[in-house]
């Protein structure tokens, strides 16, 4: 659900940085007197982002959006391909940031699925600006490097914010108690509201079955093991673990098994023991995936963490 969010809000900032791009864009091409054509193309442009505002300010399903917009946002941008090709191949940079976007919003898959779509694309752009005739701009070569700088600047503007997202999305998410309160209406469906309680009392019972038997020192506890040994089922511990804010069941299972290696961390005879006893003693079996995901919920490294909770023992 916070997920959700998290791309709803991508969305609209990446919309309002094209609407810049754009402006920065008809700027410049007015400034040099360039063909009409480029300008009433770009202003076309302008026009149906700022229609996908008007939209993305409403209700609306997300994946449905981005797939419309990965189709639609390169055919727009085609006749500029065609035009710009016979000057520079940098223009094709426009496109680069895509499968990005797919391994965002979607999987890996799909990123292959696209890349696989784009390479086509590009070269039935190459084979079309090679056989249409169209009225060619005159561009001096200072102009056309300003031009290509523009570009680049534009697209790493995009991939700055793109990371930055996806680093919010890698992230462990968790609703603030205050927000989840006062999105819980807009964000779960009717059926589920009156089954809250229900919800929050299993919530409960699971909390306290961790905290009492600490299963999640078993590596290979699963949410049906879980499901069987509290009496539940996969279904309404899931949905429990959500409307507390988490994103899945490992998610959750994650935050206990991070809280106990810190525990064990602060024990007086810790120093003695390593980080491979730790980890798979708090129900990890790989290093690579405990030091992902301890850097996920504590912004550093366990050996880091461990050096700075020796140091603060000894002053």
């Known amino acids: 659900m916070e997920h959700d969010l998290i791309k709803r809000e991508l969305i609209r900032k990446y919309l309002y940085l094209i609407v810049l791009f754009c402006l920065i864009f008809a700027c410049f091409y007015l400034s040099i007197n360039l063909n ?77 699925r696209y890349t696989i779509g784009l390479f086509l694309y ?27 700088i523009l570009v680049v600047i534009c697209n790493i503007s995009v991939f700055v914010l793109l990371l930055y997202y996806l680093d919010k999305l890698k992230t462990p998410l968790f609703f603030p108690a205050e927000k989840q309160n006062k999105d819980r209406d807009r964000i779960i469906n009717k059926p589920l509201q009156k089954d809250l309680k229900k919800y929050k009392d299993l919530f409960n019972d699971i909390s306290v079955f961790m905290e009492t038997n600490k299963p999640f020192k078993n590596s290979d506890l699963t949410i049906s093991n879980l499901a069987t040994q509290i ?36 024990e007086e005879k810790s120093k003695h023991f390593t980080l491979v006893y730790i980890y798979t003693e708090a129900g990890f079996t790989s290093q690579s995936t405990f030091n992902r995901v301890f850097k996920q919920f504590e912004g550093i490294s366990p050996a880091k963490y461990m050096k700075l909770n020796i140091k603060e023992e000894d002053e």
Not at 90 to 105: A, E, K, N, R
């Open 36 to 112: 009409k054509f480029i300008i009433c193309y770009i202003a076309a442009g302008l026009f149906c982002i700022f229609y996908s505002i008007l939209i993305t300010s409403r209700n609306y399903n997300v994946e449905t959006a981005v797939h419309c917009w990965l189709i639609l946002a390169p055919l727009y941008i085609s006749p500029y391909f065609i035009i710009f090709w016979h000057y520079s191949f940098i223009s094709y940079i426009w496109i680069l940031p895509i499968p990005f976007v797919v391994y965002i919003f979607f999987s890996v898959r799909m990123m292959i």
């Open 122 to 148: 590009v070269i039935i752009i190459i084979v079309l600006a090679e056989k249409i005739n169209y009225q060619e701009v005159y561009m001096t070569r200072k102009q056309l490097l300003t031009s290509d």
């Open 231 to 266: 009496n539940s089922n996969n279904t309404y511990i899931s949905k429990a673990i959500k409307l507390k804010g988490y994103a899945n069941f490992n998610n959750y299972l994650n935050s206990y098994r991070i809280k106990y290696v810190k525990e064990l961390m602060k």
